[in-house]
């Protein structure tokens, strides 16, 4: 299964997944033509259809432009398909936000999430591996571990530094919004989600980092600390992200030093 972080943050999100033949885009919130370019540039092909997590327009803003444009379907959530956003479009296709369900050869299983729009974590199978996106949520629900088993490839929001928001320009309701249990999660509680992660994850992308809130060297130091001693490669994807992964890489990664010690297997891209 590959995967491809195309961009990730408030200004517009998108990630690719495709295994066995069967190619989806989960969030549509940059523009057809950059999308695509950035698709050819990975070597990737246009997506079978989309996935919206929920209707924010960082995630479901260019949805239906691209949907349009390449003649493919937009799954949402029955919550997300009722919103204006998506309301009676012909190319909605709705799913149940705790219902597996099949796109071509991939399965995609929701989770719903806390966050101030209906949201659901995806995790995506193929091809005998499985991917996740967990991003936009206030806190991290009961359960999120266990939903996440088996996942080989993880790609989970790590939106802001609690200390950097509080002390930051954003004005106060923005600061409630942001740290409430319908907000965003912060590097601690990525941190506290990072230590259950399933044995067999060997891939984590840290998402929907705030360019005001957070900076990439706190969120991963953070998550090293929380992976210390994993044989996990450990990845923050910026706002025009390119990242291309692979559930399935040729090579093990070495064991993570604790968050203390030498930086050097940390890599960073954007
Ligand atoms: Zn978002
Ligand atoms: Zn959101």
């Given at each position: 299964?590959?995967?491809?972080?195309?961009?990730?943050?408030?200004?517009?999100?998108?990630?690719?997944?495709?295994?066995?033949?069967t190619?989806?885009?989960?969030?549509?919130?940059?523009?057809?033509?950059?999308?695509?370019?950035?698709?050819?540039?990975?070597?990737?092909?246009?997506?079978?259809?989309?996935?919206?997590?929920?209707?924010?327009?960082?995630?479901?803003?260019?949805?239906?432009?691209?949907?349009?444009?390449?003649?493919?379907?937009?799954y949402?959530?029955?919550?997300?398909?009722?919103?204006?956003?998506?309301?009676?479009?012909?190319?909605?296709?709705?799913f149940?936000?705790?219902?597996p369900f099949a796109i071509g050869a991939l399965t995609i299983?929701?989770?719903?999430?806390?966050?101030?729009?209906?949201?659901?974590?995806?995790?995506?199978e193929g091809?005998?591996?499985?991917?996740?996106?967990?991003?936009?949520?206030?806190?991290?629900?009961?359960?999120?571990?266990?939903?996440?088993?088996?996942?080989?490839?993880?790609?989970?929001?790590?939106?802001?530094?609690?200390?950097?928001?509080?002390?930051?320009?954003?004005?106060?309701?923005?600061?409630?919004?942001?740290?409430?249990?319908?907000?965003?999660?912060?590097?601690?509680?990525?941190?506290?989600?990072?230590?259950?992660?399933?044995?067999?994850?060997?891939?984590?992308?840290?998402?929907?980092?705030?360019?005001?809130?957070?900076?990439?060297?706190?969120?991963?130091?953070?998550?090293?600390?929380?992976?210390?001693?994993?044989?996990?490669?450990?990845?923050?994807?910026?706002?025009?992200?390119?990242?291309?992964?692979?559930?399935?890489?040729?090579?093990?990664?070495?064991?993570?030093?604790?968050?203390?010690?030498?930086?050097?297997?940390?890599?960073?891209?954007?």
């Amino acid at each position: 299964m590959r995967v491809i972080v195309l961009a990730s943050g408030s200004a517009g999100n998108a990630s690719w997944f495709e295994a066995a033949g069967t190619s989806v885009l989960v969030d549509a919130g940059i523009a057809p033509r950059a999308l695509e370019a950035k698709l050819a540039t990975a070597g990737a092909r246009l997506p079978d259809a989309i996935v919206v997590t929920h209707a924010h327009q960082d995630h479901v803003g260019q949805s239906l432009r691209l949907a349009r444009r390449l003649k493919i379907p937009i799954y949402a959530s029955e919550a997300t398909a009722r919103t204006e956003a998506l309301h009676g479009r012909d190319e909605v296709k709705v799913f149940s936000a705790r219902e597996p369900f099949a796109i071509g050869a991939l399965t995609i299983a929701p989770m719903p999430l806390p966050h101030d729009a209906a949201q659901v974590a995806l995790v995506v199978e193929g091809g005998g591996h499985r991917a996740a996106i967990v991003t936009d949520l206030g806190e991290v629900p009961p359960g999120l571990a266990a939903h996440l088993a088996g996942c080989e490839l993880v790609l989970i929001e790590s939106n802001h530094d609690a200390e950097l928001l509080q002390n930051g320009h954003y004005p106060a309701f923005l600061k409630r919004r942001i740290a409430s249990a319908r907000g965003h999660l912060s590097n601690a509680q990525a941190h506290a989600l990072l230590r259950a992660l399933p044995v067999e994850a060997h891939t984590v992308v840290l998402m929907h980092l705030s360019k005001s809130n957070n900076r990439p060297e706190l969120a991963l130091e953070s998550a090293q600390d929380a992976l210390s001693g994993r044989r996990v490669r450990l990845l923050a994807a910026t706002q025009d992200a390119c990242l291309a992964l692979d559930a399935a890489p040729a090579e093990a990664w070495p064991p993570l030093a604790g968050a203390r010690g030498r930086a050097a297997q940390l890599s960073l891209f954007g």
